[in-house]
């Protein structure tokens, strides 16, 4: 046997236990929940079968769909908005917060990932319900003559996710703007950039990497949700986790939840072919 | 060196398996609505018998069936369901029959013995445990309580945004059939249909669809003032600290919930289910079971009253059952086909 065979055979030997944990756990029940997609249910039977029955439901019943609508839109305004939110955060504890700092600043902006998730998002119903916190606030200081509706709204959602994913933005934002030199800045300066073209055609495209990251990571996690739209949302519309839970909380119906989730795959996977480019873990 | 590592996981193993089993032996598992989960409950049957209850909340009869037939024969020992869906239950072959003289039934409400629901083929199947309705829970300080005395009412524009729907569909459709006249027994697909556009109308004037915490936050916290589906289970549990909180019994009438209690017939310990069977419906596991932590309702033996505070039996007005039971009518019964159609309506109805 030759060297390099017995490095192949060596190299097949270090990734053997990953590649049969992923066959293990990820592709083997995967295949499973595909085949089950294709059944469907007779009263209360799962009756297996091959046909594309439960997809075409899910593109003709309006309910479903306007579930695969309403996840869309949710996670889309979400990932800009948290976007929007922690790139600046993210550039004043990188670059305005003295250096030994800024790893107490990072901690306390990640401060509430400490709590639990149902918990956090408890937490927001009782402060933007309509004898909450904030509307007391609001109304305390004039602002409002009486409380307005944001609990069991979509914008209670947006608030929840925004606040739970401002915080993972601004990890993956901050670790690639360490990164940067500050050089960049200075060499566009020399040659005559202001700051905005600066921060525009120089820093910003720099820290891609991690805005990408960041916002792949907050979409897969925000349209895989359940918990957040369930106690936010207040049930005024559906989401696709939401869907999913139905359909194996109430109706037995696996075959159509299997459906559901094998497109909520297929949107994780577009989002993470179109942010493929940047997904390189050594540049964030 | 490599014998004796062997032989180390040899005996490592053995022991597991044999504590494993001795650990199964003895315990007892229950799939269960949340208010048997209450350790207070559970506590003096564990006490009593030197074994350990577990159990595993659900909520639907569908998703505890699906439950069961995902699990492996025996891992299942008690199931609660509701009283209407016992005879399906039995008739399917998963609960095993109990005998006639387990559980003496003469002290109990009468209308809730429903011996028609509890027995299949002249066999016992289940004992009703609890009851309750599903009506109109509200708050008497910010809302006319003569309104709750009338259906329609919901309807009228006048508490638009202030209304929390009870997300269970069973019940509400149900009530929403009641307000147009449609007995919970003439439910067919037909007049489930018929009930779409008040259902829609229902969603419009609600502020949200929620579950059985959600719902009783959103009324303890002033989110909502009225909650449809509710009843003396969201409210009798918050009587102390909320006094204001009140349910009525429309003229329309209301929903009577029941659970009872059955043994699996795949259980390896039904002995002891059976045991179990008759604390929780002895006087004192009624007691427990009906101020479980979870949820209130009353208790189905009448001689569980013993047990309980003048102020206990006040929030689960006692006094008044004679009057409710009249007027009240059992859940739908759908079957297969009928169930899906509801809850489509139900799906439908949240996306709007």
Request: glycine content about 6%; charged content about 15%; overall charge negative.
């Amino acid at each position: 046997m030759s060297i390099e065979q017995q490095e192949k055979r060596r190299a097949l030997g270090f990734v053997a236990p990953a590649l049969l944990w992923t066959c293990a756990f990820f592709l083997v029940p995967f295949a499973v929940m595909v085949l089950l997609s294709l059944a469907h249910l007779e009263g209360r039977e799962i009756i297996q079968s091959y046909d594309l029955g439960n997809y075409l439901k899910i593109f003709t019943e309006p309910s479903l769909f306007k579930g695969i609508v309403v996840s869309l839109e949710i996670t889309l305004i979400v990932t800009i908005i948290s976007v929007l939110l922690a790139w600046p955060l993210a550039w004043i504890i990188a670059t305005q917060v003295p250096e030994k700092y800024q790893r107490l600043a990072i901690m306390l902006a990640v401060l509430p990932f400490w709590t639990s998730y149902v918990v956090r998002s408890y937490s927001w119903a009782l402060v933007l319900g309509q004898q909450g916190v904030l509307m007391q606030m609001l109304m305390g200081i004039g602002f409002l003559d009486e409380p307005i509706q944001i609990m069991a709204t979509r914008g209670a959602t947006v608030i929840g996710f925004v606040h739970f994913f401002v915080m993972l933005l601004t990890l993956t934002i901050y670790s690639n703007l360490i990164q940067l030199s500050p050089n960049y800045a200075r060499a566009a300066a020399d040659l005559g950039a202001s700051g905005w073209n600066t921060f525009r055609l120089v820093i910003l495209p720099l820290t891609l990497p991690g805005i990408m990251t960041g916002a792949f990571l907050t979409f897969v996690l925000c349209i895989g949700d359940y918990i957040t739209p369930q106690i936010l949302g207040g049930n005024n519309e559906l989401t696709m986790p939401q869907l999913i839970m139905l359909q194996l909380g109430r109706r037995g119906d696996f075959p159509m939840a299997s459906a559901l989730s094998v497109i909520l795959m297929l949107l994780v996977t577009l989002a993470y072919a179109a942010t493929a480019r940047w997904l390189k873990m050594e540049r964030v | 060196m490599s014998y004796n590592l062997k032989s180390a996981l040899s005996v490592t193993a053995a022991f597991l398996m044999s504590t494993t089993a001795l650990y199964a032996a003895d315990d007892l598992n229950a799939l269960v609505w949340c208010d048997h989960t209450d350790p207070a409950l559970l506590q003096p049957f564990e006490e009593q018998h030197g074994v350990r209850v577990n159990v595993k909340e659900y909520e639907g009869t569908a998703a505890g069936f699906a439950i069961l037939d995902q699990s492996r024969t025996g891992d299942w020992d008690i199931m609660v369901i509701d009283t209407v869906d016992v005879a399906r239950g039995a008739e399917e072959g998963r609960f095993a029959s109990l005998p006639a003289d387990a559980v003496d039934t003469s002290s109990f409400f009468p209308e809730v013995v429903m011996a028609d629901n509890n027995t299949h083929d002249g066999q016992i199947y289940g004992v009703t445990e609890k009851f309750g309705y599903n009506t109109i829970a509200f708050n008497s300080s910010k809302v006319d309580a003569g309104d709750m005395e009338d259906m329609s009412n919901l309807w009228s524009g006048k508490y638009d945004g202030r209304i929390a729907v009870y997300d269970y569909y069973l019940p509400v459709l149900g009530l929403i059939g009641l307000e147009q006249g449609i007995a919970t027994s003439d439910l067919d697909a037909a007049a489930v249909e018929r009930l779409r556009d008040r259902t829609y109308g229902l969603k419009s004037a609600a502020l949200q669809v929620s579950d059985v915490v959600a719902s009783q936050t959103a009324l303890a916290t002033g989110e909502v003032d009225i909650l449809i589906g509710g009843g003396e289970w969201v409210t009798a549990v918050l009587s102390a600290e909320n006094p204001e909180l009140d349910w009525s019994v429309p003229a329309e009438g209301a929903l009577r919930w029941s659970q009872s209690v059955t043994m699996l017939e795949s259980s390896e310990n039904q002995e002891l289910a059976l045991e179990f069977i008759k604390y929780i419906t002895g006087p004192e596991g009624q007691a427990r079971l009906a101020t479980s932590s979870c949820y209130w309702g009353m208790p189905a033996n009448s001689a569980a009253g013993r047990e309980l505070t003048d102020a206990e039996k006040a929030a689960l007005r006692w006094d008044q059952q004679a009057d409710y039971l009249i007027r009240t009518q059992l859940y739908p019964t759908p079957d297969a086909d009928l169930d899906l159609a509801m809850q489509d309506l139900w799906t439908d109805m949240l996306q709007q």
